[in-house]
């Protein structure tokens, strides 16, 4: 069974900094684009971060522009990492893994939700003093 999942969440004052993860497995010799979404309580999932299978080609949303680093494991295939440094409360939400299957090209890597295939649990960032 194809599974993606993230770990590393949790709880930080403001300005602080977080690193999430998130591995998949079950998946063939191939590495996918894969990306970092959100959700916030009473809000749509939103877009944060995503990298193509070579690691190349990196898209950011412009509100974590600056703050949030977006890394893959050359090494280990489909293993991506999220650094968030200068955490702000409306950072908050639930952060999940994607992965688009479709995207093998190098640089290949997309922004909508719609173009990713499986999705982790989530794992819960919480931004409060």
């Known amino acids: 069974e194809v599974q993606l999942v993230e770990s590393g969440g949790g709880l930080v004052p403001p300005g602080g900094s977080l690193r999430v993860s998130c591995v998949g497995s079950?998946?063939?010799?191939?590495?996918?684009?894969m990306g970092w979404f959100r959700q916030a309580p009473g809000k749509e999932r939103e877009f944060v971060a995503a990298?193509?299978?070579?690691?190349?080609?990196?898209?950011y949303a412009q509100s974590v522009k600056g703050r949030f680093t977006i890394s893959r494991d050359q090494h280990t295939g489909n293993m991506i990492y999220l650094q968030m440094n200068n955490l702000k409360p409306e950072d908050t939400a639930v952060y999940f893994c994607?992965?688009?299957?479709?995207?093998?090209?190098?640089?290949?890597?997309?922004?909508?939700?719609?173009?990713?295939?499986?999705w982790g649990q989530g794992t819960q960032v919480t931004i409060s003093s």
């Open positions: 079950k998946f063939d010799r191939d590495i996918y684009a």
């Open positions: 990298v193509s299978p070579s690691g190349a080609v990196k898209l």
């Open positions: 994607a992965l688009d299957r479709h995207a093998v090209g190098a640089s290949e890597v997309q922004d909508g939700a719609d173009d990713y295939d499986y």
